[in-house]
């Protein structure tokens, strides 16, 4: 359980009425609490002291009541309200009435905590989330204290929504796919603009899936196990010369160069990924063996032959063409080359209801403009010139679903019992996109892969 405090501060409100009627009608609680947009009732404990039950959402079987317990005061121009204990959530604050020739002004602060059980990736996002729903709830509020006490009757306005369409017909799919294809670098580098620091906080310096082991192995653990099979699988050295491509901020760049004494060098569509994975470099003494370059990985700035590996790890998913990159890999790479790593993948064959229940949203809120099969990846490598040694299903490796297990349904559910149009887009985005992942991987029409391939490696003498 994490505790979130939301917070709202109103700019000053001015209103056709007088501060004792105002401060009359914001004392009486029970009538107040019409205005407020989410409150179910209000019961009286005691003189002054109210109890506000707010409106009842679902949480898949679970019926969920927050409520929380007040006391008010008035003194002077100031009517103030604090905790009591009892409640299942924490709420205070203050409405300061000031007079202004014939009308008065009103200025509100509030303060709400609560617990909730989210993943801790989506902390920092659920603050935000809270944020902006209580000040949208709020104006709301405000507004329709304006309007009841200059009409005499209570007016209930309704918090302004962020519209927010979502077309989720399958004959549209492949337009999505097409505007994500035409705008792929400067969507992907914007992506990651806002998510980079987010995913530091949440993930770590690791932006990549594994499959565990078993029940008590940790996320950290997994990710390196799997750098390190990717390394090994390419037979990485200390005389290798390593190309990682969509480094990120060189978590398994750095964590290969560690592990294998090899020299690498990072390629990142993004700059200010560029920028933190050449810091993180210097910081850990790293500098003499890793480096770090801005560019497109479907157009290599490289000369033909020069890497002996090249490894990706859940990068090549936001790229279009992604037979183009794998040509690129091809001529990058030394005669014997190997080409090493891991990949978001849509099962094979995924059906309509596949597409557009779970691939669709993976992609749309990743930044990825579609994704390949496990045998899509094979085939283009082939037809780049590989032969591949590895293609296989990460499901047969470990447990994938353990990266989503702290996103269970409760937790889903309670994120899409939110009122519509009550998130920041952003945010939206965010958590949309987590629930996709896990939604598609419970549903088994997401799946990691890894691979292997090399160049030029007759079979028989691999």
């Known amino acids: 359980m994490v505790q979130i405090q939301t917070t709202f501060s109103s700019k000053p409100l001015e209103i056709n009425t007088t501060s004792e009627k105002l401060l009359t009608f914001l004392m009486d609680v029970p009538n107040l609490a019409k205005c407020y947009p989410f409150v179910d009732s209000v019961e009286t404990v005691k003189p002054g ?86 000040s949208q709830s709020w104006e709301a509020f405000l507004q329709s204290i304006k309007k009841t006490v200059e009409t005499g009757a209570i007016v209930k306005v309704a918090p302004t929504e962020d519209v927010v369409v979502k077309d989720q017909k399958f004959e549209n799919v492949r337009l999505k796919e097409n505007l994500r294809t035409e705008n792929y670098n400067t969507m992907v580098s914007d992506y990651y603009d806002i998510v980079t620091e987010t995913y530091q906080s949440g993930w770590g310096n690791h932006f990549h899936f594994a499959p565990f082991k078993n029940a008590t192995e940790t996320l950290e653990s997994a990710v390196t196990r799997l750098e390190h099979e990717v390394a090994d699988s390419a037979r990485i050295t200390a005389n290798s010369l390593v190309l990682d491509v969509g480094c990120g901020v060189g978590g398994p760049t750095l964590e290969i160069c560690k592990y294998t004494g090899c020299k690498i060098r990072g390629l990142n569509i993004n700059k200010k990924q560029v920028g933190i994975a050449t810091k993180r470099a210097k910081d850990m003494g790293l500098s003499d063996r890793a480096c770090f370059d801005h560019g497109d990985a479907m157009k290599m700035p490289y000369p033909d032959n020069t890497f002996d590996v090249v490894t990706f790890f859940e990068s090549t998913c936001h790229m279009p063409d992604k037979a183009a990159f794998l040509k690129e890999c091809f001529r990058v790479l030394k005669p014997g080359g190997r080409l090493s790593g891991s990949e978001w993948l849509q099962c094979v064959n995924p059906t309509e209801k596949d597409i557009v229940q779970f691939i669709e949203p993976i992609c749309a809120h990743h930044s990825v403009p579609h994704m390949g099969s496990l045998q899509s990846y094979r085939k283009m490598m082939e037809d780049a010139g590989f032969y591949v040694h590895i293609a296989i299903d990460l499901t047969q490796c470990g447990d994938i679903l353990r990266n989503w297990e702290i996103l269970d349904n409760k937790t889903i559910n309670t994120f899409k019992a939110l009122p519509k149009g009550s998130v920041d887009p952003t945010i939206e985005m965010m958590i949309s996109g987590a629930i996709a992942l896990s939604e598609g991987a419970r549903h088994g029409a997401f799946v990691l892969g890894r691979f292997m391939s090399s160049k030029d490696i007759p079979r028989s003498k691999y």
């Open 49 to 134: 002291v109210y109890k506000w039950i707010m409106q009842e959402r679902k949480v898949g079987s679970i019926q969920m009541k927050a409520f929380h317990i007040s006391k008010y005061t008035k003194n002077n121009n100031v009517v103030q309200w604090e905790n009591v204990p009892g409640g299942n959530m924490i709420s205070f604050g203050k409405f300061t009435v000031t007079s202004q020739g014939k009308s008065v002004t009103l200025v509100a602060e509030s303060t709400v905590e609560t617990d909730i059980e989210i993943p801790k990736l989506l902390v920092g996002f659920a603050k935000t989330m809270g944020n902006r729903e209580m």
